[in-house]
């Protein structure tokens, strides 16, 4: 397995508006433009969890730089998150099931 | 940091039941008696993301390998999950941010 990284970014909301839907919706677009994204996983119910994946950590470095992002970013401390977490990791061991049945 | 590892479990349900939710919360009881274990973030909507938390590679080989857990995968195989995916990371850094407005 060729090693590449996760981002895992869990959150609470004050409130999960539509305003908020939209950024996130194009966060996400904008993600997939950046060199080195790999794909994302992503749900929100009491809280968020998004796990995004990336080639290097030079790729995470530069998504969280991003001039766009860095503006949500400031936006949702302002405004959005309660709280959130961020841990980046190296995804050392993977394993997929799909049923058949 | 002392470093420390997550492993990500994302999965599909063919159903969500009470008996699918009576069994994960037992198994988060039971992960929680665990050595090593650390905590966990977990979440369902259209899919479910469960993040959680150890302090090595060994807690998370002991956890597989434990005889209810072990059951509880077979029958998961057999009935609940449509798909999975499991990865194991060791986590490299993190942030963690709290509004106080």
């Known amino acids: 397995m060729k090693t590449y990284y996760a981002v895992i970014f869990i959150s609470t909301l004050y409130e999960r508006t539509d305003e908020y839907e939209d950024m996130a919706k194009r966060m996400e677009q904008l993600a997939e433009q950046q060199p080195g994204y790999l794909g994302l996983d ?4 009491e809280i968020g969890i998004t796990v995004s994946y990336w080639e290097d950590l030079n790729a995470i470095r ?3 730089s991003n001039i766009d992002h860095l503006n949500v970013q400031r936006i949702g ?10 841990r980046i990791c190296r995804v050392e061991k993977e394993y997929f099931f799909e049923n058949n049945k």
Chains 1, 2 share one sequence.
Not at 77 to 86: L, N, Q
């Open 42 to 45: 992503s749900v929100r119910s």
């Open 62 to 64: 530069n998504w969280k």
């Open 77 to 86: 401390k302002e405004k959005w998150y309660r709280s959130y977490k961020v």
